[in-house]
């Protein structure tokens, strides 16, 4: 069956699935707990972007269609596209669990986040939309070697993506079995089959527009529970606060940082990760190489600035909020003070707490727009490597029609759907939130030091770059490991063999000096024997 045929296959078999949810639940769970509002409403999103996956499907014909949409995004739309990779599960529902957990610790988390969108237009953006392409791969190639670059540069994007998905799978299959009452486990391979859908078939194209109105919903949604909260309490946002300290385990205690309590590398690596991982991020940058020129990627740049700015600042009311209303009640929390559903469903509560099951219909339906949206973008990145970046240019050296390509990211793309529905089930106890940070401490070790030697120093080579993003990505991954969010929460052992969470401060520093140190080393030994060669040929 070729790819034509079965859209319309899959088009008409998933709002089946939706509508079977309700029932699979009744046998899962005795038949209760499902909210016919919010899952109408759910379906009713589900069926729009897949009509606007279906017209994408029909204008997908050629590689940069299907990578970068034709570069025919303008500066705005791409923008609210951007603030749509940015505003994701981790900021909608892990970071008001964090404050309502933690009280201030989310809001340095908020703070973070929001920096960084800035700081990519200053190092990265204009330089990367007038060298690239369709990857980041395509920017490293311009003046390293292509084979080599090519290679290790999908595999630190797929690290990154898959750490990225987790997040993001975590966060819908929490939704979705609060909402249907399904099981976790079928929840993920209901938002795995979504994903694969949009990404196989409507490409770059279908991706922007699903980020494009689920970002406007989004924003939205908040807007109103925002202003809803401020409104039950006369809109004094002291009596707010006030409110949530008196109910909060910890007091007043909950408004000093924690997070900072594990000292000041601890509190550095944790900024570094925050403010620099955006620019290293695959999904984000491709956003670049969809717009015509460089002045629609400064435009870009600004639109998504201010609306994810925007966005952040209200969850400085929305955590706060929940924790002052939803605080203690045992409809939303349990005899231990935690979150009924999970950690990452403090807003859902809140919205039913303020506006019943209509608004909380709302709100998970944008959640769950917000979470297919993200993961699409990043499912296509990771695609992309695979297919562009490995298949297309290093292993077939370019000797490989367009149809052939797009086929095999197909195929990428339902691989990574599989992986991501098996991820998303190990880490479903962890936040949503903290494990996108840990995707950011990764892009921070790996494609961002590349990235930066590549544009602004003349001394790097092959051989540098590829040891040096190598040795990050390796540290960066393996202090993860070793470190409390998966030594200690995931494989349950009593203390973490490496303390400092996220790691980017060892890892981060490494990548630079190491391939700094090795190009330099490089270049000597070349100078040294009169020629160059070996990786570097192509230089």
Not at 137 to 166: C, G, H, N, P, Q
Not at 197 to 202: A, I, L, P, R, S
Not at 206 to 216: D, F, H, P, R, S
């Amino acid at each position: 069956m070729t790819i034509d045929k079965l859209f319309p296959t899959a088009f008409l078999a998933l709002p089946a699935l939706l509508f079977a949810g309700p029932a699979m639940a009744a046998g899962a769970a005795g038949g209760g707990g499902s909210n016919a509002t919010a899952i109408s409403m759910f379906v009713a999103i589900v069926l729009v972007t897949l009509c606007i996956t279906a017209w994408a499907a029909r204008r997908t014909k050629s590689t940069s269609d299907f990578y970068a949409a034709g570069g025919h995004i303008s500066g705005f739309q791409n923008g609210v596209a951007l603030t749509g990779d940015m505003v994701s599960a981790g900021a909608l529902l892990g970071l008001a669990g964090l404050v309502f957990a933690s009280g201030f610790d989310g809001l340095v988390f908020a703070v973070g986040y929001s920096t960084g969108l800035p700081l990519v237009v200053f190092l990265v953006a204009e330089r990367l939309r007038k060298l690239g392409r369709f990857t980041v791969a395509d920017v490293l190639s311009t003046r390293l070697e292509e084979r080599s670059i090519r290679i290790f540069t999908a595999f630190a994007t797929l690290a990154i993506v898959i750490f990225y998905l987790i997040a993001q799978m975590v966060g819908a299959g929490q939704l979705i079995r609060l909402l249907f009452g399904l099981d976790y486990i079928y929840a993920q391979i209901l938002v795995g089959a979504l994903m694969i859908c949009y990404v196989m078939f409507g490409g770059m194209m279908a991706t922007t527009w699903v980020q494009i109105i689920k970002a406007l919903l989004l924003i939205g949604a908040a807007v109103f529970i925002a202003i809803a909260v401020l409104a039950h309490f006369g809109f004094s946002y002291n009596d707010m606060v006030a409110r949530a300290v008196s109910v909060h385990p910890r007091g007043e205690a909950m408004m000093l940082p924690k997070v900072f309590s594990g000292g000041p590398l601890q509190t550095i690596s944790l900024g570094l990760t925050l403010m620099l991982g955006t620019a290293g991020l695959p999904h984000v940058l491709m956003r670049f190489f969809t717009v015509p020129d460089t002045r629609a990627a400064r435009l870009s740049v600004f639109w998504g600035t201010l609306g994810v700015s925007g966005f952040f600042a209200l969850i400085f009311v929305i955590g706060f909020g929940a924790l002052a209303i939803i605080g203690g009640d045992p409809a939303y929390v349990d005899a231990n003070g935690a979150l009924r559903g999970g950690g990452n469903m403090a807003t859902i509560h809140l919205a039913h707490a303020i506006g019943g099951d209509p608004l909380m219909g709302f709100v998970s339906a944008v959640a769950f727009a917000t979470i297919l949206a993200v993961v699409a973008g990043l499912t296509l990145a990771g695609a992309s490597a695979v297919s562009h970046d490995l298949y297309a240019r290093a292993l077939c050296r370019g000797a490989v029609s367009e149809a052939r390509e797009i086929r095999v990211s197909r195929i990428a793309t339902l691989v990574l759907g599989v992986i991501s529905v098996l991820l998303g089930i190990v880490f479903q106890t962890q936040n949503v939130a903290y494990m996108i940070s840990l995707a950011y401490a990764i892009a921070c070790s790996s494609t961002l030091p590349l990235l930066i030697l590549t544009l602004y120093w003349s001394g790097l080579t092959t051989r540098g770059a590829i040891t040096g993003g190598a040795i990050g990505l390796t540290a960066a991954v393996a202090l993860t490991v070793l470190g409390p969010p998966v030594w200690v929460k995931v494989l349950g052992n009593a203390a973490p063999i490496f303390p400092i969470d996220p790691p980017t401060i060892v890892s981060m520093p490494l990548a630079f000096f190491t391939a700094w140190l090795v190009s330099v080393l490089d270049r000597r030994a070349r100078e040294g024997v009169g020629m160059g060669g070996g990786l570097e040929a192509a230089e």
